[in-house]
C-alpha cells in the first residue's frame, strides 16, 4: 500500500547486533502492528499499537522492542536476545475500530549471518 | 479464543478452473472476516472482506460469504488464470487480526 513505508527491504546483520526496521504510515490510521513470516508459515503477531504512547505485546514479543512516540512510526527493534531473527517483516495499519481492514506494507527481509 | 483455520497448499489447478480454499475461524463476538492475498516478496493485499453473517466480500472475480453457522469463509473463484498465482491468508479482525497460515495456488496454463 502506497500510505504504509518499510525501509529498508533487505537487511544484513550480524548475530549479535541489534537492528531497527523502520515503518511509516501516512493513512492518519491509529493503529499499527508487526508481524513476522518465516517461510511457508502464515503471520505471527509481534507487538501492536492501538495510540500514541502506547503499546501491547503479541504473541512472540521476546527479543523485539518498539516505540509510538508518533501517530505516523512505530519502528521495531529486533535485539540480540532475539534467538532466530531470520525472517520476513510485516507491518500493517488499520483505523483501529471494529470492523475496518489492515493494511500491509511491502516487508522487510532480514538476514542475520 | 480467536482462530483461523485454512487448508494446506498447495493447490494446483489449471487455468479456467474452479477455486475453492475452505477457511473455518472460531471467535468470540462478532468479528469481521478477510481474504488477503500475497505474491512473492511482497506484503498482503486486502482480497475482500465481510463484516457480519450473511455478508458476501467479492472483488476481482473471488467471493466469500460470511457463514456463522458453519463459522466459515470460504474462498471461491469461477475461472482461475496464471496471474492469480499467489498465497492466499483467510483472517479474522477484531481488536486484532488473527491470520492462517496461507494456501498457496499455482495455476498452470
Known amino acids: 500500500d502506497g500510505g504504509i513505508t518499510q525501509s529498508p527491504k533487505y537487511l544484513f546483520r550480524k548475530e549479535g547486533q541489534n537492528v531497527t526496521l523502520s515503518c511509516e504510515q501516512n493513512?492518519?490510521?491509529?493503529?499499527m502492528y508487526w508481524y513476522r513470516q518465516d517461510p511457508g508459515q502464515g503471520l505471527r503477531l509481534i507487538y501492536y499499537?492501538?495510540?500514541?504512547?502506547?503499546?501491547q505485546k503479541g504473541d512472540i514479543a521476546e527479543g523485539y522492542s518498539v516505540s509510538r512516540e508518533k501517530k505516523e512510526s512505530f519502528p521495531l527493534t529486533v535485539t540480540s536476545a532475539q534467538k532466530n531473527p531470520t525472517a520476513f517483516y510485516l507491518c500493517a495499519v488499520s483505523q483501529g475500530t471494529l470492523n475496518t481492514e489492515a493494511f500491509f506494507g511491502q516487508g522487510t527481509r532480514l538476514t542475520v549471518v | 479464543g480467536n482462530s483461523v483455520t485454512q487448508m494446506e497448499g498447495p493447490v494446483t489447478l489449471s487455468e479456467e478452473a474452479f477455486l475453492t480454499i475452505n477457511c473455518t475461524y472460531t471467535a468470540t463476538g462478532y468479528p469481521s472476516l478477510f481474504w488477503y492475498v500475497q505474491y512473492p516478496g511482497e506484503g498482503l493485499q486486502l482480497l475482500l472482506k465481510?463484516?457480519?453473517?450473511?455478508d458476501k466480500g467479492s472483488n476481482k472475480g473471488f467471493e466469500a460469504t460470511y457463514r456463522k453457522e458453519t463459522t466459515s469463509f470460504h474462498l471461491e473463484k469461477g475461472s482461475v488464470q496464471v496471474s492469480d498465482s499467489a498465497v492466499y491468508f483467510c483472517?479474522?479482525?477484531?481488536?486484532?487480526?488473527?491470520f492462517g497460515s496461507g494456501t498457496k495456488l499455482n495455476v498452470k496454463p
Open positions: 483472517a479474522l479482525g477484531t481488536s486484532k487480526f488473527y
Open positions: 499499537s492501538q495510540i500514541v504512547n502506547d503499546f
Open positions: 465481510a463484516t457480519k453473517a450473511d
Open positions: 493513512l492518519n490510521h491509529d493503529a
